[in-house]
């Protein structure tokens, strides 16, 4: 197998804080591999007996201590074993669990020397009173996993909360997204909440995954706090984009605005800006990373036909994902706007350059069509 070693960037001197690692990858599920949506991987790069032991080497190889995948099947017959010699321990929630042989879904592993699991709460978005499936907005199919983990030996930072999330694929469904996003952080403040009542401690939030959503798009905006223009104000509403082959009826019991525009009761854009606001404020681990990498490929799709370079975004990477479609999907969010508690990066896992991706991956090298992303985060009290 090729082998390529990517570095970490150094972006501050550690202090004497809790420092840990964490990784956000979608690993690209075995069962959703087409030939057809892969044209420039070879054969032997989309075969799973040569993918699944690659993903395993890269995830092993760069030891985080706490991994956030997404698109992961196979995970009894190829990931349980191996992961746990490995020191790690799991919690693994698959977004079809009627498919006994088949499908894929979430895992979060951790190293048991460093945590121990406190408080989990995995859920389907399509199921929660707050983003119920409408005949305007679809069935998604997509999940979400909230995890408590204690800190073993700590006295300063009890613990934290993990997050992970793939939101839903569609390029037109902002409002899905952003409707996803809201029920995730609104989920995780609750276990946050049932931590404190139990534990009598505050922990700090990490938001990981795939959320299908890019920096110039409403929901980084939200997660970050920037004020929206007028054209992602319009992008955030609910459209009917999609046809329902099913009529889906909504759900009685939602707590939504009653909209007279809105006949299906979807929560209507206005009260999802306001939850925003309220929430804390997150920052991507990654969102200067290009202040730290100058020789980082301009994504090669920004170049218009005069070979000018139209910059969507600055400071996070230009691409997370190297497929036919190049661009930012994949996060690692933290906050400082928890009590007690300061957060800051440490070091940043680098973005392989365009030279060993191009065409596109999945390839002999990197066994997705995203790459890993991730981060050494310090806490320390204040």
């Known amino acids: 197998m090729p082998e390529y070693s990517r570095s970490f960037l150094e972006l501050k001197i550690p202090d004497k804080g809790f420092r840990f690692t964490v990784l956000s990858y979608n690993i690209l599920a075995q069962c959703l591999v087409r030939r057809t949506l892969y044209p420039h991987s070879s054969k032997e790069a989309l075969k799973g007996k040569i993918r699944i032991p690659r993903v395993l080497n890269e995830i092993l190889t760069l030891e985080p201590d706490i991994a956030c995948l997404q698109e992961l099947d196979c995970f009894e017959s190829d990931f349980v074993e191996k992961i746990s010699a490995a020191g790690y321990d799991y919690v693994y929630h698959k977004k079809n669990p009627e498919k006994i042989d088949t499908g894929h879904g979430l895992g979060i592993f951790w190293k048991k020397d460093k945590f121990e699991k406190y408080e989990y709460f995995p859920f389907f978005f399509d199921k929660s009173e707050l983003t119920n ?56 403040l609750k276990i946050r909440k049932k931590i404190l009542a139990t534990s009598g401690t505050e922990w700090p939030i990490v938001i990981c995954g795939d959320l299908n959503t890019c920096p110039n798009d409403a929901l980084y905006w939200l997660i970050t706090k920037k004020e929206l223009t007028s054209e992602l104000l319009e992008q955030m509403k609910p459209k009917n984009w999609v046809h329902v082959s099913k009529s889906v009826p909504p759900n009685p019991t939602i707590q939504a605005e009653k909209d007279p525009e809105n006949p299906v009761n979807l929560v209507s854009a206005s009260l999802l800006l306001e939850s925003f606001k309220s929430y804390p404020k997150f920052k991507s681990s990654y969102a200067n990373y290009r202040d730290h990498d100058h020789s980082h490929t301009i994504n090669p799709d920004w170049f218009n036909a005069e070979g000018i370079c139209e910059e969507h975004w600055a400071g996070e990477p230009s691409y997370t994902n190297f497929g036919i479609w190049k661009g930012t999907l994949d996060y ?20 392989p350059k365009e030279d060993v991706l191009k065409p596109a991956i999945p390839n002999n090298i990197f066994p997705s069509d995203h790459i890993s992303v991730m981060t050494e985060l310090e806490f320390s009290k204040i």
């Not at 499936?133 to 909230?146: D, F």
């Not at 408590?148 to 939101?167: A, F, R, V, Y």
């Open 133 to 188: 499936p409408t005949t305007l907005s679809p069935e998604t199919g997509n999940i979400c996993q909230i995890l408590g983990l204690k800190i073993i030996g700590s006295n300063d930072i009890p613990g934290i909360i993990i997050s992970n999330q793939h939101l839903y694929w569609r390029i037109q469904a902002n409002y899905e997204r952003v409707r996803q996003m809201y029920v995730s952080i609104e989920e995780t």
């Open 332 to 351: 690692i969010f933290y906050s400082n706007d928890f009590p007690g508690v300061n957060c800051s990066v440490v070091k940043l896992l680098e973005i």
